[in-house]
């Protein structure tokens, strides 16, 4: 069992920046893909970034490249998502995901992923 907590959500002005954290208890951190997603209010869940246990690997949604950047603190036991020149149509909770896989390229997709944190919101205003 892994328990994922986020935080560093928060309310913005477009242009600004926001670093988001996920801290992971519970099992062998440096084991899990960890992935990022967001859920804007009426509609689907959407794919943000993935990194793979030991950071080989990174992947991201096209639209985010450049403005995103994920990694990990493995001797944390944290994920991070830094997020540069917000802009208001990144509204959305943003949600951490975890899945232990010996596979080392990470998933795109949320239905790979078996554990899940409760989100934390984030609102950029124009």
């Known amino acids: 069992q892994v328990q994922l907590v986020e935080s560093g959500g928060g309310s913005v002005q477009a242009g600004d920046s926001l670093r988001l954290s996920c801290a992971a208890s519970?099992?062998?951190?440096?084991?899990?893909?960890m992935g990022w997603f967001r859920q804007a209010s009426g509609k689907e869940r959407e794919f943000v970034a993935a990194?793979?246990?030991?950071?080989?690997?990174?992947r991201y949604k096209n639209s985010m490249k450049g403005r995103f950047t994920i990694s990990r603190d493995n001797a944390k036991n944290t994920v991070y998502l830094q997020m540069n020149s917000l802009k208001p149509e990144d509204t959305a909770v943003y949600s951490c995901?975890?899945?232990?896989?010996?596979?080392?390229?990470?998933?795109?997709?949320?239905?790979?992923?078996?554990?899940w944190g409760q989100g934390t919101q984030v609102t950029v205003s124009s």
């Open positions: 995901a975890a899945r232990n896989s010996v596979s080392v390229y990470p998933d795109s997709d949320p239905t790979w992923y078996n554990y």
């Open positions: 519970g099992r062998t951190f440096s084991n899990f893909v």
């Open positions: 990194i793979s246990g030991r950071s080989s690997y990174t």
